[in-house]
Nanobody, 112 residues
Framework: QVQLVESGGGLVQAGGSLRLSCAASGSIPGIVVMAWFRQAPGKQREWVGTIGTSGDTNYADSVKGRFTISRDSAKKTLYLQMTSLKPEDTAVYYC??????WGQGTQVTVSA
């Protein structure tokens, strides 16, 4: 059983920053592929970015250059550093261990 718990969401003004965390526990090794997704109201869930087992990262074009994914393998924690936030970044952000494991999500709201 794998548990993923996100935290760090909140309300921020446009141009601001937030750092999300995802704490993993259960039957999961310290180094696995992990990803962030987000879902805005009325929209489908979309991929934000992924970190591979060697620390390589890939990002959606919409967040590239503004968001950074990192991990602390010893703590089994995934991070999403978000900068230069825009109102269109408003969404519930989810942590994912492909293919089936998801957290409950954390709300990020960016005001104009």
């Amino acid at each position: 059983q794998v548990q993923l718990v996100e935290s760090g969401g909140g309300l921020v003004q446009a141009g601001g920053s937030l750092r999300l965390s995802c704490a993993a526990s259960g039957s999961i090794p310290g180094i696995v592929v992990m990803a962030w997704f987000r879902q805005a109201p009325g929209k489908q869930r979309e991929w934000v970015g992924t970190i591979g087992t060697s620390g390589d990262t890939n990002y959606a074009d919409s967040v590239k250059g503004r968001f950074t994914i990192s991990r602390d393998s010893a703590k089994k924690t995934l991070y999403l550093q978000m900068t230069s936030l825009k109102p269109e970044d408003t969404a519930v952000y989810y942590c994912n261990v492909p293919p089936y494991h998801w957290g409950q999500g954390t709300q990020v709201t960016v005001s104009a």
